[in-house]
């Protein structure tokens, strides 16, 4: 079993920026292997949508539209941490954040059925 646990989420003023961190752990971690990681989100009352992936060695990157040149995300093996760093945040951005993991060389699928495991996740609320 693999633990994800997602933080830095909290209100921020449109036009600002947040960091948030996933962090995975647990015994079979280490025989998990090589997995891509995904970055989703939820905002009230909407389905779940596809936010950012990153493959296993962070070369390769893949991200929705409504946030491409505002998000990146990014990660550190060392630390079996994946980050999402957003900026120039907008009300449209208010959503629960969730990370998955999914076995892959490449990147992560934006379809989130095809990830291993998730995390509870971390709110983020944009304020106008």
């Known amino acids: 079993q693999v633990q994800l646990v997602e933080s830095g989420g909290g209100l921020v003023q449109a036009g600002g920026s947040l960091k948030l961190s996933c962090a995975a752990s647990?015994?079979?971690?280490?025989?998990?292997?090589?997995?891509?990681v995904g970055w989703f989100r939820q905002a009230p009352g909407k389905e779940r949508e596809f936010v950012a992936s990153?493959?296993?060695?962070?070369?390769?990157?893949e991200y929705t539209d409504s946030v491409k040149g505002r998000f990146a995300i990014s990660r550190d093996n060392a630390l079996n941490t994946v980050y999402l760093q957003m900026n120039n945040l907008t009300p449209e951005d208010t959503a629960l954040y969730y990370c998955?993991?999914?076995?892959?060389?490449?990147?992560?699928?934006?379809?989130?059925?095809?990830?291993?495991?998730w995390g509870r996740g971390t709110a983020v609320t944009v304020s106008s």
């Open positions: 990153i493959n296993w060695s962070g070369a390769r990157t």
């Open positions: 647990g015994r079979t971690l280490s025989n998990y292997g090589i997995y891509a």
């Open positions: 998955g993991t999914r076995r892959a060389h490449g990147l992560g699928s934006q379809d989130g059925s095809q990830y291993d495991y």
